[in-house]
């Protein structure tokens, strides 16, 4: 049997192995446990599995005397967004994101859109393993709503904030690859709307994916080569639940999901000055355009919650991560791809350059990703250490250790789940990535032995 995954934002399993109508029941029952009767939002992306475990779900609020608002397919940030328009004590969105079709997911969010903070995500899992719930009688039982209205509701705020008759006049060329998702749903529309012409790619919301669904470059070769046989200006690549987005430019090149937030950024900050935000393992490109505009980006622990929480504190215009996830607080509070669509329109628009020149005016990085097992004691060791060793680095501890040369950086973590830690470079110099990341792992190994 898989190990059933449990964060602080919720869990995720293997469909009829650790995902089960139990799990999921019982998950359902300890968040109405933990947030009280009230009313919850729940959506789902488009796996085949989510009307089942939606119907778990339900029935594990609904004892707990929740009003439940069924929204149907839905986008991640679109349970977002409905959170605030219904003026809901939470939301419930039944996802695996990015991974394969045998897996499910359920994520909660509080009642500001954001997921859980560490402490309530802690307190719904000892509810959860304690099996100690606040049922309900037969009078305290709240109904079970559906609304459609969802999509509409979520592609009016992108279209409030985005310049549609620039980008109209553009009339750009895009393929969208909706991956069989909810995206699949809304985000045709919004171009639409947008005055693009569109070739859709996984344009059916039935979760039967065509390629592994994280939005990658190995996935995405059919993509890239269909942005190049209808000659489009930029390909447009979501996950399932459409929280993120990667880009492909008009040569069909696939763009590393971390340019998404730096060139968002760069039209954002564009139109309003203000600060950023970003977590430690994404590019110093963030960084580089928040200076150009006078503006500081402030790094968190990895973890969406964390960007969003830092966003709401210091007043940030635009924040996300480098998996391709961007953060406007004025359409939703969490990562949007649907958002990401409107900025990253709007910037070419704006620019009347190809996409490729455009990122080429952003520094030319390379970012090695590693990770290596050893036993939790030498990884704690580890991480003790590193700030010893690397004396002359700018040291951020926050999240495992992040160290900070002129040349690069690199960031050191363990693992939540498993005995690794995982290692992330970036630098202008390939060899200078690869050489700190040898040292580290050179320093694991002899703390191993």
């Not at 439940?68 to 397919?73: A, E, R, W």
């Not at 749903?185 to 994280?214: A, K, M, R, Y």
């Not at 980006?297 to 966003?311: S, W, Y």
């Not at 250490?385 to 690199?410: K, S």
């Given at each position: 049997?898989?190990?059933?995954?449990?964060?602080?934002?919720?869990?995720?399993?293997?469909?009829?192995?650790?995902?089960?109508?139990?799990?999921?029941?019982?998950?359902?029952?300890?968040?109405?446990?933990?947030?009280?009767?009230?009313?919850?939002?729940?959506?789902?992306?488009?796996?085949?599995?989510?009307?089942?475990?939606?119907?778990?779900?339900?029935?594990?609020?609904?004892?707990?005397?929740?009003?439940?608002?069924?929204?149907?397919?839905?986008?991640?940030?679109?349970?977002?967004?409905?959170?605030?328009?219904?003026?809901?004590?939470?939301?419930?969105?039944?996802?695996?994101?990015?991974?394969?079709?045998?897996?499910?997911?359920?994520?909660?969010?509080?009642?500001?859109?954001?997921?859980?903070?560490?402490?309530?995500?802690?307190?719904?899992?000892?509810?959860?393993?304690?099996?100690?719930?606040?049922?309900?009688?037969?009078?305290?039982?709240?109904?079970?709503?559906?609304?459609?209205?969802?999509?509409?509701?979520?592609?009016?705020?992108?279209?409030?904030?985005?310049?549609?008759?620039?980008?109209?006049?553009?009339?750009?060329?895009?393929?969208?690859?909706?991956?069989?998702?909810?995206?699949?749903?809304?985000?045709?529309?919004?171009?639409?709307?947008?005055?693009?012409?569109?070739?859709?790619?996984?344009?059916?919301?039935?979760?039967?994916?065509?390629?592994?669904?994280?939005?990658?470059?190995?996935?995405?070769?059919?993509?890239?080569?269909?942005?190049?046989?209808?000659?489009?200006?930029?390909?447009?690549?979501?996950?399932?639940?459409?929280?993120?987005?990667?880009?492909?430019?008009?040569?069909?090149?696939?763009?590393?999901?971390?340019?998404?937030?730096?060139?968002?950024?760069?039209?954002?900050?564009?139109?309003?000055?203000?600060?950023?935000?970003?977590?430690?393992?994404?590019?110093?490109?963030?960084?580089?355009?928040?200076?150009?505009?006078?503006?500081?980006?402030?790094?968190?622990?990895?973890?969406?919650?964390?960007?969003?929480?830092?966003?709401?504190?210091?007043?940030?215009?635009?924040?996300?991560?480098?998996?391709?996830?961007?953060?406007?607080?004025?359409?939703?509070?969490?990562?949007?791809?649907?958002?990401?669509?409107?900025?990253?329109?709007?910037?070419?628009?704006?620019?009347?350059?190809?996409?490729?020149?455009?990122?080429?005016?952003?520094?030319?990085?390379?970012?090695?990703?590693?990770?290596?097992?050893?036993?939790?004691?030498?990884?704690?060791?580890?991480?003790?250490?590193?700030?010893?060793?690397?004396?002359?680095?700018?040291?951020?501890?926050?999240?495992?250790?992040?160290?900070?040369?002129?040349?690069?950086?690199?960031?050191?973590?363990?693992?939540?789940?498993?005995?690794?830690f995982r290692m992330i470079g970036e630098s202008a110099d390939a060899g200078w990535v690869e050489a700190m990341l040898e040292k580290v792992a050179g320093l694991a190994?002899?703390?191993?032995?």
């Amino acid at each position: 049997m898989a190990e059933l995954m449990v964060s602080v934002s919720g869990i995720r399993g293997i469909v009829g192995d650790t995902m089960t109508a139990e799990v999921a029941a019982r998950f359902a029952a300890a968040f109405g446990t933990l947030v009280g009767p009230g009313r919850i939002v729940l959506g789902r992306d488009s796996r085949t599995s989510g009307r089942a475990i939606a119907a778990a779900v339900s029935s594990g609020l609904l004892f707990t005397g929740c009003e439940v608002i069924d929204l149907g397919i839905a986008t991640t940030p679109g349970v977002t967004v409905m959170v605030d328009e219904l003026e809901a004590d939470g939301g419930v969105m039944i996802t695996a994101s990015h991974n394969p079709m045998p897996w499910n997911g359920i994520k909660f969010f509080r009642a500001d859109g954001i997921d859980l903070a560490a402490a309530q995500g802690a307190r719904l899992k000892d509810i959860w393993q304690s099996g100690i719930f606040k049922y309900v009688g037969s009078d305290g039982f709240r109904q079970l709503k559906h609304d459609d209205t969802v999509h509409s509701r979520h592609m009016a705020r992108v279209l409030a904030t985005t310049n549609r008759g620039l980008i109209a006049r553009r009339r750009p060329k895009v393929v969208l690859d909706a991956c069989h998702g909810a995206g699949a749903i809304v985000t045709p529309q919004l171009l639409s709307e947008l005055g693009c012409v569109t070739t859709v790619i996984g344009g059916q919301p039935d979760g039967l994916f065509e390629h592994p669904p994280e939005p990658i470059a190995e996935n995405l070769t059919k993509t890239c080569d269909t942005v190049r046989a209808v000659g489009a200006d930029i390909g447009l690549v979501q996950d399932p639940d459409a929280d993120r987005l990667a880009l492909i430019d008009e040569r069909g090149r696939f763009i590393s999901e971390e340019y998404t937030l730096a060139l968002a950024a760069m039209h954002r900050l564009q139109q309003q000055a203000g600060p950023v935000a970003a977590n430690l393992s994404t590019s110093r490109m963030i960084d580089d355009v928040a200076a150009r505009h006078g503006q500081v980006c402030h790094r968190t622990p990895v973890g969406e919650v964390h960007v969003a929480d830092k966003m709401v504190a210091e007043g940030c215009v635009i924040g996300g991560e480098g998996n391709g996830g961007v953060i406007d607080p004025r359409v939703s509070p969490i990562r949007d791809s649907l958002a990401g669509i409107g900025l990253i329109l709007e910037l070419l628009a704006s620019r009347g350059k190809p996409l490729s020149a455009i990122a080429a005016e952003l520094p030319a990085y390379t970012m090695i990703k590693r990770k290596r097992e050893a036993p939790r004691p030498a990884i704690q060791k580890l991480l003790e250490v590193l700030p010893e060793e690397f004396a002359e680095a700018r040291i951020d501890t926050q999240d495992g250790v992040r160290m900070d040369w002129p040349e690069g950086w690199v960031h050191v973590r363990a693992s939540n789940t498993e005995p690794i830690f995982r290692m992330i470079g970036e630098s202008a110099d390939a060899g200078w990535v690869e050489a700190m990341l040898e040292k580290v792992a050179g320093l694991a190994t002899r703390l191993v032995k």
